[in-house]
């Protein structure tokens, strides 16, 4: 084996092992005793993804039919037409051409394109116009540099990073349909197991939807290139079962929680350019440019999925965005040990 194909080897593994390290990470912040699923296209858990999924099988079976038969016919020419000695300075047999042939590989290509154009329009169309259902759940997503926005205009919540919907049982359907919106560049929603990739585009509204039908945590990713920090614009969809969704919903419905420990918290939270960008739901702060905090503390991650949301983290995301997520647009806001620690401590009470 060559230096140059060890060295490929070398760079593979390493990047197998990356990607494997990443994922691991991802699933690691999720809450004890959730169920995580992954980013396996092939194992659907709602009917658009499904439909994807049993187009990219019915595709691949073609595909590799026609890979099989190509590869004989050539393993066979190879074989059966191959030098010889005898032949050495031997003209080969001029064979022009065939009639049935020409149109059998003129039919038979064109019939496969049209069978395949079929079955790709038949699944556009079931996905992109699909009607939706009085019971529907509607949610406004907004793309960010980088994170999401979540609104749910008929449930007057609002929330980031962390989308909550419920399970559709097939007796009663309660599919979840998305508007898809972008407040600066170009961005896509990509959870693999609910539904296939659908883009937000600037002033360019989009929709999609997704019927889960198993509960637990999906996690998904921007899959379009939007700046320096795309690749932690990372997403979790969790899919909760009835009682569980009304208990989220009732908890997000209730304003910030008082606490007159993390009053001087507040103050310092008040007192700077923090509620320029923030909202706090029962406070002053109305900020539009960060992420809604008024239940920052029911959040598994922060920094769309960069950290885990624990104290330490969340204390050098104040302190030091950039050493979390470098070229992330929120400031550092040079506090003091004390306000900084008196705004940690009132960032905690906001369940």
Not at 92 to 112: F, M, R
Not at 268 to 289: L, Q
Request: aromatic share 8%; proline share 7%.
């Amino acid at each position: 084996m060559g230096p140059r194909m060890k060295s490929s080897l070398c760079c593979s593994w390493r990047i197998a092992l990356l990607m494997l390290w990443s994922a691991r990470s991802l699933w690691a912040f999720e809450p004890g005793g959730s169920s995580v699923h992954g980013t396996n296209i092939f194992s659907p858990a709602s009917a658009p993804a499904k439909s994807i999924a049993d187009l990219s099988v019915f595709v691949l079976v073609i595909t590799g039919i026609i890979f099989v038969v190509v590869f004989a016919l050539l393993i066979y020419s190879v074989v059966r037409f191959r030098g010889r000695a005898r032949d050495a300075g031997r003209e080969p047999a001029q064979v022009y051409g065939s009639t049935q042939i020409e149109l059998a590989w003129t039919i038979i290509p064109i019939l496969i394109v049209v069978v395949l154009f079929l079955a790709t329009a038949r699944v556009i169309h079931a996905i992109q116009d699909a009607p939706e259902p009085a019971g529907a759940l509607d949610v406004i997503a907004i793309g960010h540099q980088y994170w999401w926005e979540f609104r749910y205009p008929k449930l007057g919540i609002v929330t980031a990073n962390e989308l909550h919907i419920p399970v559709s049982d097939p007796g009663h359907p309660t599919p979840t349909f998305l508007q898809l919106l972008s407040a600066d560049t170009d961005h896509s929603f990509w959870v693999p197991e609910l539904a296939g990739k659908t883009d937000l585009i600037p002033n360019h509204p989009n929709r999609m939807w997704m019927d889960p039908q198993r509960t637990g945590v999906f996690p998904g990713q921007c899959a379009q290139y939007c700046g320096i920090q795309h690749a932690k614009m990372l997403l979790r969809v969790s899919v909760d079962g009835p009682e569980d969704f009304a208990a989220w919903v009732q908890a997000q419905q209730r304003p910030a929680v008082e606490d007159a420990g993390a009053i001087a918290g507040r103050r310092v939270f008040e007192g700077n350019a923090c509620m320029n960008c923030h909202a706090v739901g029962g406070t002053s702060a109305d900020g539009r440019f960060g992420p809604d905090l008024t239940h920052l503390m029911s959040r598994a991650t922060i920094a769309a999925g960069a950290a885990e949301n624990t104290h330490d983290n969340l204390r050098l995301w104040i302190q030091n965005p950039s050493a979390i997520k470098p070229g992330s647009l929120m400031p550092a806001m040079k506090l003091s040990d004390a306000d900084l620690d008196a705004v940690v401590s009132y960032m905690e009470t906001l369940h």
